[in-house]
């Protein structure tokens, strides 16, 4: 028995919160606080069922609610109160069961793999400074694209930088909103249930397998056709 170099024929592009980091509810209640500041009360739970989406988009769904206008200026408020208190909370973020564990075997296995994530660098640092990335690792994050997701930008530019066609990508993120995006990119994809989503809301959403966590997913790297260890 030997391990084979495995092929580099596929290549994995992550969202970050709620798929690799434990961040999804500190960004719920960011948001609660940043519209609660300009004076808009939503319930929680629709908040929650928007994360995902760009922070443009996702604002525009969240005010639709409520059916009040809100000018530039107030949602330029809401922006910053948002960043300002998800860094507030940056000491209770935790890295997700087995996305370490996941992310050195496929570098390990030199497979490539990349991040894309719908938050601003402002908010993604204090996610990212949680994972060891190896420094070829690429990171996309909203401020390297024009739309974010739902739209498909975030994941093909991943591509691109990892040189691989989407064909040969398989997405990984834990609300629909990942996974409309890769079904737009022509990709693959992976859901998670670390988010707060459902098991057929992802399927329905697009997903080929769903897991509970990043280690779910490890556990099953051959159901996407990751081949670690190999007879020789």
């Not at 994050?141 to 739309?147: A, L, N, Q």
Request: hydrophobic share 45%; with cysteine; proline share 4%.
């Amino acid at each position: 028995m030997a391990r084979a170099r495995a092929s580099a024929s596929i290549a994995f592009l992550f969202d970050l919160d709620g798929t690799l980091i434990d961040s999804v509810y500190q960004h719920v209640l960011a948001w609660r606080e940043a519209t609660q500041a300009t004076g808009i009360e939503l319930p929680v739970w629709r908040i929650h069922r928007q994360i995902g989406m760009s922070g443009g988009l996702m604002l525009n769904a969240l005010l639709r609610e409520t059916g009040r206008p809100v000018s530039r200026r107030d949602a330029e408020r809401i922006q910053r109160v948002h960043a300002e208190t998800y860094a507030s909370q940056a000491a209770s973020l935790r890295v997700l069961p087995g996305a370490q564990e996941l992310l050195d075997t496929l570098a390990m296995h030199r497979i490539p793999h990349a991040i894309a994530t719908s938050g601003r660098t402002i908010s993604a640092v204090h996610t990212l400074k949680l994972l060891k990335l190896h420094k070829t690792v690429p990171v996309i994050t909203r401020d390297d694209v024009r739309y974010a997701k739902p739209d498909p930008d975030l994941f093909v530019a991943a591509g691109k930088r990892l040189n691989m066609p989407m064909s040969r990508c398989v997405i990984v993120g834990d609300s629909v909103w990942d996974l409309l995006a890769a079904r737009r990119a022509f990709a693959i994809s992976v859901g998670l249930l670390s988010g707060g989503y459902g098991r057929e809301e992802l399927e329905r959403a697009g997903a080929y397998r769903v897991y509970e966590d990043p280690a779910g997913l490890l556990a099953h790297l051959d159901e996407v056709g990751v081949r670690l260890h190999e007879r020789v």
